[in-house]
């Protein structure tokens, strides 16, 4: 029965992998000032450090109701943010404003 169960193995080095990422992070909100030079270091040492794809932070903006992004990883994510780049909060076609309007993350393999 036991061969057949499905078992999630402990992996120490992904294990140190995130606690040498959240140290990095730790330390550039101590020594950056800038919010925004703040921002695009965390998305990019995200990015890096767990081989995503995307990675973004967006913030709320209260007045349009509106996510704003406010820093992106990538090329792509620079251009976007440089853009001025906004969700609709109140949109139904997009997963972050889903996640945002429910207060709780998501994961989705498959986009397409």
Do not use: W
């Not at 550039?28 to 695009?40: F, N």
């Not at 349009?64 to 990538?74: F, Q, R």
């Amino acid at each position: 029965m036991l061969k057949d169960a499905n078992v999630i193995r402990f992996d120490p080095n992904i294990h140190v992998q995130e606690l040498e990422t959240v140290a990095r992070i730790s330390t550039a909100a101590a020594t950056i000032l800038d919010a925004k030079e703040l921002l695009q270091t965390v998305v990019d040492l995200v990015k890096t450090s767990f081989d995503l794809q995307q990675t973004y932070i967006y913030l709320f903006d209260e007045a349009s109701a509106d996510l704003v992004l406010a820093a992106g990883a990538g090329e792509t994510g620079r251009a976007l943010t440089r853009r001025g780049h906004r969700i609709p909060l109140n949109t139904d076609y997009s997963l972050i404003a889903f996640c945002v309007q429910r207060r709780e993350g998501i994961i989705v393999n498959d986009v397409t």
